[in-house]
């Protein structure tokens, strides 16, 4: 019998002997995977850093560029009111002089300026009119002599 014993127990070690050879090259690999999972969280963490640090630059110049386009809008309101104002300051000053050169002219005994410009106007759209008109009728010996 002792035949028979030797014989089972080559056939039992051959497979754990296969099984370990497989257990070998399983734990390396585990081990690769465990390292590169390491590696690729030490990435991660490095670029959920560094796009921490790209935001919060980015809202520095969103709050610098707002700020200074405020400032812009201030100043340009500003100036804007000034220009404003000017204008309505000339409008006056335009308006009180036509009315002084107005009744100026009325003390003097003439028109008034707008009208003046008016009437040298309208020479002109005369003068155009005639121009148009037909010439009157050509008469010989009193008589009506058509064209």
């Known amino acids: 019998m002792a035949s ?3 014989t089972p127990s080559v ?3 051959a497979p754990l002997a296969l099984k370990k050879e497989n257990i ?3 734990g390396s690999k585990i081990a690769e995977l465990n390292e590169s999972r390491a590696e690729l969280l030490n990435r991660i963490q490095g670029l959920k850093q560094d796009m921490q640090n790209w935001r919060s630059k980015l809202d520095t110049q969103v709050k610098v560029y707002r700020d200074e386009l ?3 809008k201030k100043t340009l309101n500003v100036e804007v009111e000034q220009l404003r104002t000017e204008f309505q300051e000339l ?3 335009l308006h009180q002089q036509h009315e002084d050169v107005a009744a100026s002219l009325r003390d003097l005994g003439l028109q008034d300026v ?4 008016k009437e040298a106007e309208e020479p002109e759209v005369e003068g155009k009119e005639e121009e148009m ?3 009157p009728p050509i008469k010989a010996n009193g008589k009506e002599v058509e064209n």
């Open 4 to 6: 028979s014993d030797s």
């Open 70 to 72: 405020t400032d812009l």
């Open 114 to 117: 707008s009208e003046g410009a």
């Open 133 to 135: 008109q037909t010439p």
């Open 24 to 26: 070998t090259p399983v």
């Open 91 to 93: 409008r006056s000053t």
């Open 11 to 13: 056939t039992i070690s």
